[in-house]
């Protein structure tokens, strides 16, 4: 079945280092959405891509979808402490339902 | 405007009681999930609606019903609880308007001992 995977699982970095997570469909996807969780809390939609090689960004958020539509990431510039979380990626599935990845953890040491 | 609501927010079960989670939403969204979501797991869909009446099952919905009597209202029922349903619970909605981008509720964490 549809699998969407991401890597890495868990990352800790200094603040002000950069992050990049990385998100990999085993089918095309005509979309990808991006969630961010907060620990303890529950997710938060942050933004959808639609388009192929489209590029867009959040403030230090800068979110990719691949010119294959099979691939997503997500980076971060100059983390702060209020980027730890989990963020997820999701691809569409049956038009109506998402198929989640496992998530990576951001812990920000400062 | 409160989006997803969810109760109760903490709920400790013995092996082989029921209870039902209860998920409100007033965004007038059709489309409603349930989510499962173990510690440090991702999301599992457990059941899922796109209208009131029409409910459908997701990945892993054995132990649990659901009914969708509301476009509002999307109750998760678990009957003969198990401790391998200790988890969190999530509900969410969506519409299509928007790209089925789905809201959370703020979950209702669940031991069964």
């Known amino acids: 079945g549809q699998q969407v995977m991401q890597i890495p699982q868990y990352q800790h970095v200094q603040e002000g280092e950069d992050f990049t997570t990385y998100c990999n469909s085993s089918?095309?996807?005509?979309?990808i959405q991006w969630y961010k969780q907060r620990p303890g809390g529950h997710p938060v939609f942050l933004i959808q891509?639609?388009?192929?090689?489209e590029v867009k960004k959040q403030k230090r958020l800068t979110f990719q979808f691949g010119e294959a539509k099979k691939n997503s990431s997500l980076h971060i510039t100059a983390t702060q402490t209020t980027d730890v979380g989990t963020y997820f990626c999701?691809?569409?599935?049956?038009?109506?339902?998402?198929?989640f990845g496992a998530g990576t953890i951001l812990r920000v040491k400062s | 405007n409160a989006g997803v609501t969810q109760t109760p927010k903490f709920r400790i079960l013995k092996i082989g009681q029921s209870m039902t989670l209860q998920c409100t939403q007033d965004m007038n969204h059709n489309y409603m999930y349930w989510y499962r979501q173990d510690p440090g797991m991702g999301l599992k869909l457990i059941y899922y609606?796109?209208?009131?009446?029409?409910?459908d099952k997701g990945e892993v919905p054995n132990g649990y019903n659901v009914s969708r009597s509301t476009t509002e209202d999307f109750p998760l029922r678990l009957e003969l609880a198990a401790p391998s349903q200790t988890s969190v619970y999530f509900c969410?909605?969506?519409?299509?308007?928007?790209?089925?981008?789905?809201?959370f509720g703020p979950g209702t964490r669940l031991t069964v001992t």
């Open positions: 999701a691809g569409p599935k049956d038009g109506n339902k998402l198929v």
């Open positions: 891509l639609v388009k192929s090689g």
């Open positions: 969410a909605a969506s519409q299509k308007r928007t790209g089925y981008e789905q809201y």
């Open positions: 089918t095309t996807l005509s979309n």
């Open positions: 609606s796109v209208g009131a009446g029409i409910t």
